[in-house]
């Protein structure tokens, strides 16, 4: 079921994860914050000032942005450590969805106000003469594949460690009582080095979402 998006309504609504973290704003309404929400705080505040950093422009909070998306994908990603639960971020249509739009979104506004810096923007600094046509081509298409890039880079992390997760439970069937014990303790460990992928890929894809914001903007 880890790995299964069906959306049968009456049996399997894998996807309704994607809004259980609207069940966790309740916290923010009680006088005195609780120890979840006190992190929660904590935690934002700490990559609102990581992302202020990667960020050149400061004529707005387009942290803003960033920081929801990390905290959405942070979710999701924690979301499918639990048994039976979908992930969405394991599959690459949710990732398309969030990373290609915003993508457009950053080319549309570089190429219409910086039209000629983003011309130059394709031929590094240093780069033969020989050599221009063949680096705007290199640095065209490498231009284009970054949503893709970008959501296969979240999709095959995520995969990985719940496809050993699972294929270590499903050995435990017919395992011995030694070997059950053992398989255990490992996946014990593997889910704790689970905790920080997820916590490292949500942060790595929103991180490298400002990085292409950067390069559209030159002000």
């Not at 998006?5 to 966790?24: D, G």
């Not at 705080?41 to 803003?64: G, H, M, P, R, Y």
């Not at 979104?105 to 031929?123: A, Q, R």
């Not at 020989?130 to 979240?154: C, D, K, Y």
Request: net charge positive; charged share 10%; hydrophobic share 55%.
């Amino acid at each position: 079921m880890s790995f299964d998006p069906k959306t049968s309504i009456l049996w399997e609504m894998n996807w309704t994860v994607l809004f259980i973290c609207l069940m966790f704003l309740i916290f923010s309404f009680w006088k005195k914050p609780s120890r979840i929400m006190m992190i929660y705080v904590e935690l934002i505040n700490q990559i609102t000032k990581q992302f202020k950093i990667a960020l050149k422009t400061t004529k707005d909070s387009s942290e803003s942005i960033f920081i929801s998306l990390f905290m959405m994908i942070l979710f999701l990603n924690m979301m499918g450590l639990f048994p039976n639960i979908f992930t969405p971020s394991s599959h690459i249509t949710l990732n398309l969805i969030i990373s290609f739009p915003l993508w457009v979104g950053f080319m549309i506004f570089g190429w219409t106000n910086f039209t000629k810096k983003m011309l130059s923007h394709l031929v590094p600094n240093g780069t033969p003469t020989a050599l221009i046509s063949f680096m705007v081509l290199i640095e065209m298409i490498s231009n284009i594949i970054r949503p893709l890039t970008l959501s296969i880079r979240l999709m095959a992390n995520m995969v990985s460690g719940h496809l050993l997760l699972t294929l270590m439970g499903n050995l435990m069937q017919n395992s011995s009582f030694l070997l059950v014990i053992l398989l255990i303790f490992i996946q014990s460990i593997l889910s704790s080095l689970e905790l920080g992928v997820a916590f490292i890929q949500a942060y790595v894809f929103c991180m490298l979402l400002t990085l292409y914001s950067n390069d559209s903007d030159f002000n």
